[in-house]
């Protein structure tokens, strides 16, 4: 599959080139793109001149990164100790029947993404699960489907 | 030189050496599987903790990877003492719950009496045990072929975009230098397949017989200033041909004499 990586050399050229701008330079491929296209990790593994396989292991080491197209809004489950507790597990089960995938896929019309994450430090509003950068605290199994409305 | 001592005997080490290698020089039997000694330690297989003290600590000690532990003036080493092989047991019981199948581990496993895991076998758990010898022996090597991938229990083994990876030579460091064998590559007449792609071998023009791969041979002919005919002559040919020359020697050096 061809990706449009038309943005990169702006992107490369806003950071310096040397080895620690990699991070950086893939942060900001993220957020143009919502996941990091293999082009795009060819074309900075050379621009930098760093080896593929370590700009790839980097890029697969974090959570932040993706390798596979992204939705447009990103649900976030906390399934950290203290949401855990108050029933993440039945608000991560709903928001899956409701979106027809399971954590950590997309669904097919590329609009959402259900990630499950381990305590976002937001406790006291156990269980929070966030929309895209929205946190939502003390949610319901009965309000899921209005917080999955909220950014259509 | 710092003096230590390992298991009640006196050793004598440099500054700055790693505990490990002075066990190692001492015929120590430690066991070990993420070291090689070609690159860096990396404290990954644990197995080679022993237990360190000094007299003015007041009877307190504490267990240390010896790979990473460089040795200090005065240091009590015990390799093998009893809570040191309860350590050893524990990894080495992991080991066997996550990699089963590996007659490597089992073997080792059985040195230190564990003959079954105690904890849930992993039954689609492959003979990884992710010491990161390929990867770092690879980046040692010039390729950077391979690296570890991912995170947590996800952690793999794997090149680039998990393709065919471009830089590698099939010079094979990788695999014969992996501890459990876990690397597969074939050899097939003048074919050789690893990490799914294939290379061409190179035959010797004395005897038929495969060298290296062309890939690596360029490698090491552009980067080590080797020329590239010498890759195309077999090592028992190589051989052969330093017999005949040291007979020259011998024949010329006789005539010089009489």
């Known amino acids: 599959m061809k990706h449009d990586i038309g943005k990169l050399p702006e992107i490369l050229d806003r950071h310096p080139k040397s080895q620690e701008s990699l991070i950086a330079i893939l942060q900001d491929i993220q957020k143009e793109y919502n996941y990091i296209p293999c082009e795009a990790l060819t074309e900075t593994a050379t621009a930098l001149s760093i080896p593929l396989s370590k700009v790839f292991a980097i890029s697969t080491f974090y959570n932040a990164f993706s390798l596979t197209p992204r939705g447009e809004t990103i649900i976030r489950v906390c399934t950290g100790t203290a949401c855990h507790i108050r029933g993440a597990e039945l608000i991560k089960d709903q928001i899956e029947t409701a979106l027809g995938i399971k954590a950590g896929e997309t669904t097919p019309d590329g609009k959402f993404t259900i990630e499950v994450v381990a305590c976002v430090g937001a406790c006291a509003m156990a269980p929070v699960v966030i929309n895209n950068e929205k946190y939502h605290g003390s949610v319901k199994v009965s309000g899921v489907k209005k917080l999955l409305k909220v950014k259509k | ?258």
């Open chain 2, 1 to 258: 030189m710092v003096n230590i001592t390992i298991n009640g005997k006196t050793a004598q080490a440099k500054e700055g050496e790693m505990l490990l290698s002075v066990i190692r020089r001492l015929k120590i039997d430690v066991p070990a599987l993420c070291h090689h000694e070609a690159v860096e330690p990396l404290g990954a297989c644990r197995l080679c903790m022993v237990e360190i003290t000094k007299t003015e600590w007041d009877g307190w000690s504490k267990f240390v990877t010896s790979c990473l532990y460089p040795v200090e003036p005065d240091l009590i080493v015990s390799t093998h003492s009893d809570q040191v092989n309860e350590i050893r047991r524990t990894i080495m019981d992991l080991y066997l719950a996550r990699h089963p199948n590996s007659p490597e581990i089992r073997k080792l496993a059985e040195e230190y009496g564990v003959l079954k895991t105690s904890y849930e076998v992993q039954v689609d758990g492959d003979n990884c045990i992710l010491c990161g010898i390929c990867t770092r022996i690879c980046d040692a090597m010039g390729f950077h072929a391979i690296s570890l991938v991912g995170r947590g229990h996800g952690k793999t083994v794997a090149p680039p975009l998990n393709e065919a990876p471009p830089d590698c030579t099939g010079c094979l460091s990788c695999a014969l230098n992996c501890p459990t064998n876990f690397i597969e590559f074939s050899d097939q007449d003048d074919k050789r397949t690893i990490w799914n792609k294939e290379f061409e071998m190179l035959a010797c023009v004395k005897c038929g017989a495969t060298t290296i791969t062309r890939e690596f041979a360029e490698h090491l002919s552009k980067n080590r200033d080797i020329p590239f005919e010498y890759f195309e002559t077999c090592d028992s040919c190589h051989r052969k041909e330093t017999s005949l020359t040291m007979g020259r020697i011998a024949a010329w050096t006789k005539e010089a004499q009489s």
